[in-house]
């Protein structure tokens, strides 16, 4: 997807193009948007969507009129309205799509509410932007410093510059309620410039600075999910997952927003599985459910007296019992109900490379050298029936050791 900046540099390093997420293609940005109508042309009778797209530092995106039609394309710089002053952003979606992108969103469909674009930026307005967007960083670990020495309990994540300098947005998480009054104006002292506090939530955070997930890809919160939904520990619990808080929990310290992908598919297939707190009864005793496998549609059960003997069953076994249960029928045992493996499904150990040794990756032993000379002796002796002597400094008398018979 990154254009052809983001080969590889002399040493097999990355060069980049060093636009921090202002890439003008689009094309290694956060939260981009194909536009799939690209290629095809309204009806005649039909004008354009007079509104598009902008996206600014870390995938926000707002939405703006195009009140002088000005000709635009994906990747342009635009100076857009702001409040004060003007904003520097990147056109990312243009025509019909944008009005599906709103409906989406639920925004008003009335382009008239919506801020202005003023112009295609300069490159003196594209100059100072960058000059802005160089502080940030120095200004975020002053912040910081500001923050902890009137002891805030905040935590400042990101520092954003309006394009013309005449704001700066902080981007703070906390747990509590935190009064900034003091802080602002210590912001404003020492920035000279007009000061916006956003609280964001952890969520928000790792979605804004990005980062790779314990699957090895990038966050999804960063690259296309815009919809934060609550995540409980039901959903693992569902899933048979461990209730591990280290590997539930993602880099901004809550669930992890992928244990909802496959909770409905887990969801629709426990509806043909008993309730695990609903008891069997037999002739031979009462048995509870251990243990449930949905990938096979199997459980097991145990008697209440013999906890450690546990019995497999389907999970169309045990729906049957219930409901000879519930017609007050006792069957004999669950023993008739076991499900009996064959022999031949009962495979030893074998991963998917099909390698069960777990001892492929060790280094072998390297025999030594002394056990090899001795056996290299052993064999000249019985070739030909008599023994060399050894040499006194390599090896000791044995007082114990019989006389040869050619002695």
């Not at 060093?18 to 956060?30: E, L, P, S």
């Not at 120095?138 to 902890?148: D, L």
């Not at 909802?260 to 309730?275: M, Q």
Request: net charge positive; charged share 30%.
């Amino acid at each position: 997807m990154g254009c052809n900046s983001c080969a590889s540099s002399t040493g097999g390093q990355p060069r980049g193009c060093k636009n921090n997420g202002t890439c003008g293609t689009d094309g290694c940005n956060k939260l981009t948007v194909f536009d799939w109508l690209s290629n095809m042309s309204l009806p005649s009778s039909m004008e354009p969507f007079n509104a598009v797209e902008v996206r600014f530092k870390n995938g926000r995106k707002e939405f703006f009129q195009n009140p002088e039609t000005i000709t635009l394309s994906i990747g342009d710089i635009v100076a857009t309205e702001a409040s004060p002053g003007h904003d520097i952003g990147i056109i990312t979606l243009t025509g019909e799509l944008v009005r599906v992108q709103m409906k989406k969103k639920r925004i008003p469909l009335k382009t008239e509410a919506l801020p202005k674009i003023y112009r295609k930026a300069s490159q003196k307005d594209i100059d100072i932007w960058q000059s802005y967007r160089e502080r940030e960083n120095a200004i975020q670990k002053r912040s910081r410093e500001i923050a902890i020495r009137l002891g805030l309990q905040m935590k400042i994540s990101d520092v954003e510059f309006q394009g013309d300098g005449s704001k700066v947005i902080f981007y703070y998480t906390a747990e509590e309620r935190v009064d900034f009054r003091e802080l602002i104006k210590e912001f404003a002292r020492a920035f000279n410039s007009r000061i916006e506090m956003k609280q964001v939530g952890f969520r928000q955070e790792a979605a804004r600075l990005g980062g790779i997930g314990s699957c090895g890809r990038e966050l999804c919160c960063s690259t296309w999910l815009t919809d934060f939904r609550s995540v409980n520990t039901t959903a693992a619990r569902y899933q048979q997952l461990s209730l591990n808080p280290q590997k539930l929990a993602g880099q901004c310290g809550k669930l992890k927003c992928c244990l909802n992908y496959e909770l409905d598919t887990y969801l629709e297939a426990l509806e043909s599985f008993p309730n695990t707190e609903t008891k069997l009864f037999t002739e031979k005793g009462t048995a509870s459910c251990q243990k449930i496998d949905i990938f096979k549609g199997r459980l097991w059960y145990a008697y209440e007296k013999e906890g450690m003997n546990w019995h497999e069953l389907t999970a169309e076994k045990a729906n049957e019992i219930i409901e000879q249960n519930k017609k007050g029928v006792k069957p004999h045992a669950l023993e008739e109900f076991v499900l009996e493996i064959p022999e031949d499904e009962k495979k030893p150990f074998d991963d998917l490379v099909g390698q069960d040794s777990l001892t492929r990756f060790d280094q072998p032993k390297q025999k030594s050298k002394s056990r090899s000379r001795n056996k290299n002796k052993k064999k000249t002796k019985s070739k030909s029936g008599v023994s060399t002597a050894p040499s006194k400094s390599t090896t000791r008398p044995n007082k114990n050791r019989k006389p040869s018979r050619d002695a």
